[in-house]
Nanobody
Framework: QVQLVESGGGLVQPGGSLRLSCAAS????????MGWYRQAPGKQRELVAT???????NYADSVKGRFTISRDNAKNTVYLQMNSLKPEDTAVYYC?????????WGQGTQVTVSS
């Protein structure tokens, strides 16, 4: 059974930082492209960042220079370091694993940026 479990969300003030983690089980982690997506209230889910097993990354323009995605294939975990957070970053953040055997989503973790 495939499981993606996110953690690290919470309430942070504008300009603050958070680090999200997503622990995967039930998949051969190194074979999957891992990604972070987010969905704000009333909006569609959008891509935040992806990372291939090689370490190649891709970011949404809105987070470039502020967010960093990384992965540890030995720990089956992908991370999202979020710095200089803005109120518009408020959303539920989801982890996604995408591979030849299909795609899988985590349950999401809430990030709220507010003073």
């Amino acid at each position: 059974q495939v499981q993606l479990v996110e953690s690290g969300g919470g309430l942070v003030q504008p300009g603050g930082s958070l680090r999200l983690s997503c622990a995967a089980s039930g998949i051969i982690f190194r074979l999957y492209v891992m990604g972070w997506y987010r969905q704000a209230p009333g909006k569609q889910r959008e891509l935040v960042a992806t990372i291939r097993s090689s370490g190649s990354t891709n970011y949404a323009d809105s987070v470039k220079g502020r967010f960093t995605i990384s992965r540890d294939n030995a720990k089956n975990t992908v991370y999202l370091q979020m710095n200089s957070l803005k109120p518009e970053d408020t959303a539920v953040y989801y982890c996604k694993a995408n591979g030849v055997r299909g795609e899988y989503w985590g349950q999401g973790t809430q990030v709220t940026v507010s003073s």
